[in-house]
């Protein structure tokens, strides 16, 4: 039986093991934030939540809400929010998989779980980073409505800014025959991930990054107008 459920001050040891094993398989230690062990603890305390995702009693994947308070960092920043909204902020943090639990969905169920809890807390802006790079992590991002904002040299390397409004309904991105996602929009401009100036050039235009998929074997972001 697979459960998500809240983590405890007990979970601590499981949760930083895991975070360090996935850490070493990575190709690039970029990819990813390099947490400290006071980090998560913070984030069971007091400014945040941590869930995992459990097979029985084994923590198969872990996932972090971030609800920064008045005086911690807040992504917001990043997005030029206006002080009035950065109270409505929640950051949909880092998140882990064992590798021998991949490839079932769990960066997507993770994150629709805490979408809703940020919403129960009172949170309806979420606010992620991920880098271009990272794409099993931009497609779970994308796949549950949040778009491409910006970009910005953040924890070691270039980071999507990205953000829903939970407040809005979403609608799913509609998939076409070839199961990439693909938006069906006349107006989408599909720019190849490792095109970093182009798609700068795009956000500067007022354009947002909603989907994705593989042309040529090339993965390109599709973006539109806000």
Partial sequence: MTTIR????????????????VLALLPT???????TDGFFAD?????????????????????????????DPNFGVDHNLLP???AR????????????????????????????????????????????GNVPSLRSLLSCGLTIRGMVEK?????????????ADFAPVPVTGNGTGERL??????INLDDLPRQRTAIAGGGI???WRVDGGKIQIGYVPE
């Fill in 43 to 71: 984030h069971i305390a007091t400014c945040g939540h941590i869930y995992g995702a459990f097979r029985d009693d084994t923590l198969m994947a872990y996932s972090v809400l971030g609800l920064p308070r008045r005086d």
């Fill in 84 to 86: 009035g909204q950065l």
């Fill in 209 to 211: 990054g909603v989907g």
């Fill in 29 to 35: 230690k970029s990819l990813a934030a390099c947490e």
């Fill in 185 to 190: 929009q006349s107006d989408m401009q599909w």
């Fill in 155 to 167: 924890f070691g390397g270039i980071r999507y800014l990205v953000r829903r409004d939970l407040a």
């Fill in 89 to 132: 902020v929640a950051h949909i943090d880092g998140v882990s998989v064992a590798p021998e639990w991949r490839g079932q969905g769990w960066q997507r169920k993770m994150i629709n779980h805490r979408l809703a809890a940020a919403l129960a807390a009172g949170r309806s802006i979420a606010l992620s980073t991920v880098a271009p």
């Fill in 6 to 21: 809240r983590l405890g001050t007990e979970h601590l040891p499981a949760i930083i093991g895991l975070h360090h094993k």
